[in-house]
């Protein structure tokens, strides 16, 4: 049973264009995060969330951006999509305990032509 | 800073075979360690976890024993099932620059024939 949505789960978009992943828990979890999934598997993080009003970015530099509203919502926005962009994205969130595991939502898979 | 390393795939056994997916990691502080299997078209879900040395998760029939000594996590399942195909995340999360952020393995890919 999933707690934690993302939509969409598959999409087809031309250069330049700008999109929006949404993400969204209900688990009342503070912390949120975005990964980036490789075609080898690693997962790379790109942005976090410790709460509302707080954003950061990880280890990679994806060229896009968050915002954190609301505490259940986590949307991730790439205003110019290009083909080095093809990837899953996957978003997770935890409870704000240290040693709490993360929380999965089934990923959107994204392919820019 | 913190890293995770888990052997790398594909794992390929027969089903019943033992399996074992090696984990080690470094880490600043004292971690908490975490294993997370991914199906095909699906995100990570938690598989099993540990949070002080000598502490075993186990779940589904995997185990993994944390040793503080040998500073490792190893996956085990006595008989492996179909089923289990998936790919196998070690990580930990370690209190690091005033915050706790997950830190992955690479990730391996288990295949089990029937």
């Known amino acids: 049973e999933a707690d934690i949505y993302q939509t969409p789960r598959y999409l087809v978009i031309g250069t330049g264009k700008k999109i929006t992943l949404e993400c969204s828990q209900t688990m009342g979890h503070d912390k949120m995060y975005w990964y980036q999934q490789d075609p080898g598997m690693e997962l790379h993080l790109i942005h976090y969330s410790y709460g509302v009003n707080s954003t950061e970015k990880g280890d990679l530099s994806s060229e896009s951006t968050v915002s954190r509203i609301r505490t259940e919502h986590f949307p991730l926005t790439l205003e110019s999509a290009r083909p080095s962009h093809t990837s899953q994205y996957l978003c997770a969130s935890s409870a704000n305990r240290g040693n709490s595991p993360l929380h999965f939502g089934n990923g959107t898979r994204l392919t820019v032509t | 800073g913190d890293s995770v390393t888990q052997m790398e795939g594909p794992v390929t056994l027969s089903e019943e075979a033992f399996l074992t997916i090696n984990c080690t990691y470094t880490a600043t502080g004292y971690p908490s360690l975490f294993w997370y299997v991914q199906y095909p078209g699906e995100g990570l879900q938690l598989l099993l976890k540990?949070?002080?040395?000598?502490d075993k998760g186990s779940n589904k029939g995997f185990e993994a024993t944390y040793r503080k000594e040998t500073t490792s996590f190893h996956l085990e399942k006595g008989s492996v099932q179909v089923s289990d195909s998936a790919v196998y995340f070690c990580?930990?999360?370690?209190?690091?620059?005033?915050?706790?952020?997950?830190?992955f393995g690479r990730g391996t890919s288990l295949i089990v024939h029937p």
């Open positions: 990580a930990l999360s370690d209190l690091e620059g005033g915050s706790y952020i997950p830190t």
């Open positions: 540990a949070t002080k040395a000598d």
